[in-house]
Every structure is written in structure tokens, then in C-alpha cells.
């Protein structure tokens, strides 16, 4: 139990068009949903944070008009990120959050790798 | 500056051999701390989860220790195999019901036959 998919697995792009990732909690209703950033042989850098029906929270130095979060079900949360530039390519992983006895759990997706060109 | 550290940066062992990774935290209070493998163009994977009160967990041929006194943690693989070359990301929680874990960069193992 507890899997999270991405959609798309990788995706390239031109410079000035938007990109929709897709993270969808498959077997169980997420209480929150986070979007992160991985840059090569780096960590993971948490973006924002979402709740569903509700506005992401963003963390300090994300913009959120460039990266759009909606978070329409407890099983659904898009990122888009607006007008690309190759400065965006990165590898972004999502991770849907469940409460159960030890706290909060996260289970993250398989990321999705965007490359603009 | 990074509240969880992680040793070596990377590292190559022969098929077959043991090897152990180390993660070093400074995160208070704490609440839990993670391992987690991560393949190259994938997602983590959670290896081992251990509260305060725990100072080992095993997940087959991974065993994790802590010791929350000092904050250190190891990660050790035993008879490595060639899929096991993965980075081993050490993830600290500072609260139960607090979203935001801090990472560390990871260790980059490379098991070679």
C-alpha cells in the first residue's frame, strides 16, 4: 500500500511553454501534498506544500506564479510550471502524507525529470 | 548550513562486501530519522524509520543504528549486491506531526561485480 505515481516519468520542452506534472496517491486519501526539487548529486529542496481545496504554501524563494500548485482531490495535486527555461530543468519528486500512529508518514512519487531546451 | 551531514560523499565496494554510511544531524528537538535509497532517475524509498527511543532497525541486509545521545545514525549493508548501488539518503523529522524533514545529500554507493 501506500504507492504514489507521476505522470509524466520525464518530459522535454521548449523555452517559454508550460509543463503539468501529475502526483496521484493511489491506494490511500493524502492529507497533504509536497513538491520538491532535486538538482544533481543534491538533496531534495522541499517547494511548496499543498492541502486540497486549499492555496499552496510556498517555501521561502519559490515563485509562485511560475510554479503553479493545485491540489483538486485528497488524491490529486498538479504542479505546472510556467513559461520553462532551461534554468528549470530539474527532477521534481512529490510526496503524498498520511497520519498514522508514528505521526506524519511521506510517501513520494518516482519524480518526473523536465529537461527545457 | 545543512542540518543533517552525511559520510562519504560516495563510495565504490566490490560485490559481496559489507559497507557502512553515516549521517551525522543536528535537527532538535528530534522525532525520527529515515533512511532511504534512492535510484538513479527515481524516487526514495523508505528503508528504515527509528524514533528516539530505537537504536537499531533492520530491513534485510540493511541494518540501521542510532544514537540519539550523540545524533548519529549508520547505515550498514551487508553482502552487497549490484543493485544496491543507489544513493542512501538520511532524513531526520523533527516532530511527529511536523511535515518538514530535513535531508541530507545522500550517499552514492557503487557496488561493482
Known amino acids: 500500500g501506500a504507492v504514489v505515481s507521476q505522470h509524466p516519468s520525464w518530459v522535454i520542452c521548449k523555452s517559454g511553454t508550460s509543463v503539468k506534472i501529475e502526483c496521484r496517491s493511489l491506494d490511500f486519501q493524502a492529507t497533504t501534498m509536497f513538491w520538491y526539487r532535486q538538482f544533481p548529486k543534491q538533496s531534495l529542496m522541499l517547494m511548496a506544500t499543498s492541502n486540497e481545496g486549499s492555496k499552496a504554501t510556498y517555501e521561502q524563494g519559490v515563485e509562485k506564479d511560475k510554479f503553479l500548485i493545485n491540489h483538486a482531490s485528497l488524491t490529486l495535486s498538479t504542479l505546472t510550471v510556467t513559461s520553462a527555461h532551461p534554468e528549470d530543468s530539474s527532477f521534481y519528486i512529490c510526496s503524498a502524507s498520511r497520519v498514522k500512529d508514528s505521526g506524519y508518514e511521506q510517501y513520494f512519487g518516482p519524480g518526473t525529470r523536465l529537461t527545457v531546451t | 548550513k545543512n542540518q543533517v551531514e552525511q559520510s562519504p560523499q560516495s563510495l565504490i565496494i566490490l560485490e559481496g562486501k559489507n559497507c557502512t554510511l553515516q549521517c551525522n544531524y543536528t535537527v532538535s528537538p528530534f522525532s525520527n530519522l529515515r533512511w532511504y535509497k534512492q535510484d538513479t532517475g527515481r524516487g526514495p524509498v523508505s528503508l528504515t524509520i527509528?524514533?528516539?527511543?530505537?537504536n537499531t532497525k533492520s530491513n534485510g541486509r540493511y541494518t540501521a543504528t542510532l544514537d540519539a545521545d550523540t545524533k548519529q545514525s549508520s547505515l550498514h549493508i551487508t553482502a552487497s549486491q549490484l543493485s544496491d548501488s543507489a544513493s542512501y539518503i538520511c532524513?531526520?523529522?523533527?516532530?511527529?506531526?511536523?511535515?518538514?524533514?530535513?535531508f541530507g545529500a545522500g550517499t552514492t554507493v557503487t557496488v561493482r561485480a
Open positions: 532524513v531526520v523529522s523533527a516532530s511527529l506531526y511536523d511535515y518538514k524533514l530535513s
Open positions: 527509528m524514533t528516539f527511543s530505537e
